[in-house]
């Protein structure tokens, strides 16, 4: 079974320092990758993913994502944080279930505090 | 792209009432997903559509659940006999017809169980 694992339950960061927000996951096969962001009372946006290709991917609010495959990791980052960014950030695994299709799985959530 | 719209926002019931709840996905999306989430958790699929047609649902979709596309379009899911353990946040993505596209979240709608 597909797993993800969100380490921290908070991270606290200075604005203007950089940001990283761990991410690893367990799953048999190729996985597709995804970070969301989920502000109060609201659904979650998406914020990047990585499928295949280079291991550094770029998205929205600049964020990025490095998939490293020897560590199952995919950690979320940004060279400077904003007071903004603070939210609570999912991480997320698709991949194959025994049906033969795919479906999402969620990490339990790492709360960003950027402390101005 | 006018967004996944969720109606009610909130929903606050007495245990044991059946309760529905409505998404209309992105108009162009032919994937349509449930989930459930908690506090202090992240989403749990439910269930998801291709168009009309309802390809997987998960081990957490107990008989009292219920949830259909009827037309491809807007989904509706349905609790009979709601429980305490029922209260939580229940979300609805839309996606185009491929694994490797992000979801689409609406802001979900909040359960709460008298």
């Known amino acids: 079974a597909q797993s993800v694992a969100q380490p921290e339950d908070q991270v606290n960061v200075a604005e203007g320092n950089p940001l990283t927000v761990k991410c690893t996951y367990s799953?048999?096969?190729?996985?597709?990758l995804f970070w969301y962001v989920q502000y109060p009372n609201r659904g979650l946006q998406f914020l990047l993913k990585?499928?295949?290709?280079?291991?550094l991917v770029k998205g929205s609010y600049g964020f990025e994502a490095e998939f490293n495959k020897s560590q199952t990791s995919f950690h979320l980052k940004k060279p400077s944080a904003l007071v903004s960014d603070s939210a609570l950030y999912f991480c997320a695994v698709s991949a194959f279930m025994d049906t033969g299709r795919r479906a999402l799985t969620f990490g339990s959530g790492t709360r960003l505090q950027v402390q101005p | 792209d006018t967004g996944v719209s969720q109606d009610p926002r909130h929903k606050i019931t007495k245990r044991g009432q059946n309760v529905t709840f409505r998404c209309d996905p992105i108009?162009?999306?032919?994937?349509l997903y449930w989930y459930r989430q908690t506090l202090g958790q992240g989403p749990e699929f439910l269930t998801y559509?291709?168009?009309?047609?309802?390809?997987?649902k998960s081990r957490l979709l107990s008989d009292r659940f219920s949830a259909e596309r009827p037309k491809g379009s807007f989904s509706t899911l349905e609790i009979q006999r709601t429980e305490q353990g029922d209260s939580a946040m229940y979300l609805c993505a839309s996606s185009p017809g491929t694994d490797n596209q992000p979801q689409h979240f609406g802001d979900g709608t909040r359960l709460s169980i008298l």
């Open positions: 799953v048999s096969g190729n996985p597709y």
């Open positions: 990585y499928i295949t290709g280079d291991n």
């Open positions: 559509f291709q168009n009309e047609a309802q390809l997987e």
């Open positions: 108009s162009e999306h032919n994937r």
